[in-house]
């Protein structure tokens, strides 16, 4: 029997707001009371091809305090695909002093009608007083994945992600920002239906709270909605600049930032744009359009508007909350480059950037059946 299961549910608390990010999809449930649990082994994104399907649902957020009581109930409709993008003013919970979030219910309340499925029961991350966060890029960043040929997809879709190399000095870096109580945001190209590998892989080193961002790509094939499309399978401008705004909005404007990619594809000029909306002397316009004629981006009509009005909120933001967060920018080298990859006659500040070089290390090689036997006298 299949019912409604969330993908990812992220809830944040700030001073002001209650942020959610969530996504819900329909999923078999495949553990019966009286069945032994297999063990945990880490899994690999096409065991989760099914989030390819898309649905709609209504989800009520029931809000409780230390003792549990309930002060705020109110049910949310997603959008086409199963998604929420939630924020809950505080001062419409009437919180008063002895009363503070505790806990956050979910429920799908619109598959059948008058049941309340539980979807789970969520610690929201406090991220209340100053904030320092740490946006990362994943793939060619933290690990040396590949995408360019059928074989190397299919190995990919196949495989848990522990077993592409390694980026050593990357994740080095990230963890020693992370050590300082940044908190960690996950960016990659890959699909959505990747985010239990990824999450695999983010346990087994011992980060735990992370934020995943993916790309969804129901939407790049979708006909109706034109916010991704087909050119965006391998231009990754829109796609991560909006992310990273989303970022901003779910969460507040922050007091300090790392933002660490690669000189692969487009993450210098996505960065030092995302720098510019912060420190730059440009008007939002002026900025979107430098970046609607850039390869990174490419911009079809409605993702034009989409990305302007972006652009506009964060400007508003960031006059709203009357902050200047320090950023500090990492970007991965590819060989022994000593300049960023950027488009020509480039007005963007490189001096916010620093070039950094990393090892790679590779997973041991695992034995074949044959050469794992251990010969008998």
Same mark, same amino acid.
């Given at each position: 029997?299949?019912?409604?299961?969330?993908?990812?549910?992220?809830?944040?608390?700030?001073?002001?707001?209650?942020?959610i990010?969530?996504?819900?999809t329909?999923?078999?449930?495949?553990?019966? /009371?009286g069945?032994?649990?297999?063990?945990?082994?880490?899994s690999?994104?096409?065991?989760a091809?099914?989030?390819?399907?898309?649905?709609?649902?209504?989800?009520? *957020?029931?809000?409780?305090d230390?003792?549990?009581?309930?002060?705020?109930?109110?049910?949310?409709? /997603?959008?086409?695909?199963?998604?929420?993008?939630?924020?809950?003013?505080?001062?419409?919970?009437? *919180?008063?002093?002895?009363?503070?979030?505790?806990i956050?219910?979910?429920?799908?309340?619109?598959?059948?009608?008058?049941?309340?499925?539980?979807?789970?029961?969520?610690?929201?991350?406090?991220l209340?007083?100053?904030?320092?966060?740490?946006?990362?890029d994943?793939?060619?960043?933290?690990?040396?994945?590949?995408?360019?040929t059928?074989?190397? *997809?299919?190995?990919?879709?196949?495989?848990?992600i522990? +077993?592409?190399?390694?980026? +050593?000095?990357?994740?080095?870096?990230?963890?020693k920002?992370?050590?300082?109580?940044?908190?960690?945001?996950?960016?990659?190209?890959?699909?959505?239906?990747?985010e239990?590998?990824?999450?695999?892989?983010?346990y087994?080193?011992?980060i735990?709270?992370?934020?995943?961002?993916?790309?969804?790509?129901?939407?790049?094939?979708?006909?109706?909605?034109?916010?991704? /499309?087909?050119?965006?399978?391998?231009?990754?401008?829109?796609?991560?600049?909006g992310?990273?705004?989303?970022i901003?909005?779910?969460?507040?404007?922050?007091?300090e930032?790392?933002?660490?990619?690669?000189?692969?594809?487009?993450?210098?000029?996505?960065?030092l744009?995302?720098?510019?909306?912060?420190?730059g002397?440009?008007?939002?316009?002026?900025?979107?359009?430098?970046?609607?004629?850039?390869?990174?981006?490419?911009?079809?009509?409605?993702?034009?508007?989409?990305?302007?009005?972006?652009i506009?909120?964060?400007?508003?933001?960031v006059?709203?909350?009357?902050?200047?967060?320090?950023?500090h920018?990492? *970007?991965?080298?590819?060989a022994?480059?000593?300049?960023?990859?950027?488009?020509?006659?480039?007005?963007?500040?490189?001096?916010a950037?620093?070039l950094y070089?990393?090892?790679?290390?590779?997973?041991?090689?695992?034995?074949?059946?044959?050469?794992?036997?251990?010969?008998?006298?």
């Amino acid at each position: 029997m299949k019912r409604a299961h969330a993908v990812h549910f992220l809830p944040v608390l700030t001073d002001k707001w209650i942020g959610i990010k969530a996504s819900l999809t329909m999923k078999e449930n495949i553990y019966s /009371s009286g069945e032994k649990l297999e063990k945990f082994s880490p899994s690999f994104p096409i065991q989760a091809y099914r989030l390819l399907n898309a649905y709609h649902f209504k989800m009520k *957020i029931v809000i409780k305090d230390e003792n549990l009581e309930p002060f705020f109930e109110e049910v949310f409709e /997603s959008d086409s695909y199963g998604s929420f993008q939630l924020k809950i003013p505080l001062n419409e919970l009437k *919180i008063d002093t002895n009363r503070k979030v505790h806990i956050i219910e979910a429920y799908e309340v619109g598959k059948i009608n008058g049941l309340e499925m539980l979807l789970g029961t969520y610690l929201p991350l406090d991220l209340k007083g100053p904030k320092k966060y740490i946006i990362c890029d994943f793939d060619k960043t933290l690990v040396d994945t590949k995408y360019s040929t059928p074989e190397e *997809i299919y190995y990919s879709l196949t495989s848990p992600i522990d +077993t592409f190399p390694t980026l +050593t000095e990357s994740i080095e870096l990230f963890k020693k920002f992370f050590d300082q109580g940044f908190h960690p945001f996950i960016l990659s190209a890959s699909p959505h239906f990747y985010e239990n590998a990824i999450r695999d892989w983010l346990y087994a080193n011992n980060i735990y709270t992370a934020g995943i961002f993916l790309k969804d790509y129901r939407r790049v094939f979708s006909f109706l909605d034109s916010d991704l /499309s087909p050119k965006d399978l391998k231009v990754q401008g829109i796609y991560k600049l909006g992310h990273l705004l989303d970022i901003i909005y779910l969460t507040g404007v922050p007091e300090e930032m790392v933002l660490m990619g690669d000189n692969f594809e487009s993450d210098p000029i996505i960065y030092l744009t995302f720098y510019e909306l912060f420190y730059g002397n440009k008007e939002p316009r002026q900025i979107w359009k430098t970046l609607k004629d850039s390869e990174s981006f490419k911009l079809n009509h409605k993702q034009n508007s989409l990305v302007l009005n972006k652009i506009f909120e964060l400007s508003d933001a960031v006059k709203r909350s009357g902050i200047k967060p320090k950023i500090h920018i990492y *970007i991965r080298k590819r060989a022994n480059e000593k300049n960023l990859s950027l488009p020509a006659n480039h007005d963007l500040p490189v001096h916010a950037v620093t070039l950094y070089e990393t090892s790679i290390k590779h997973p041991p090689k695992l034995k074949s059946k044959k050469e794992a036997q251990v010969p008998t006298k």
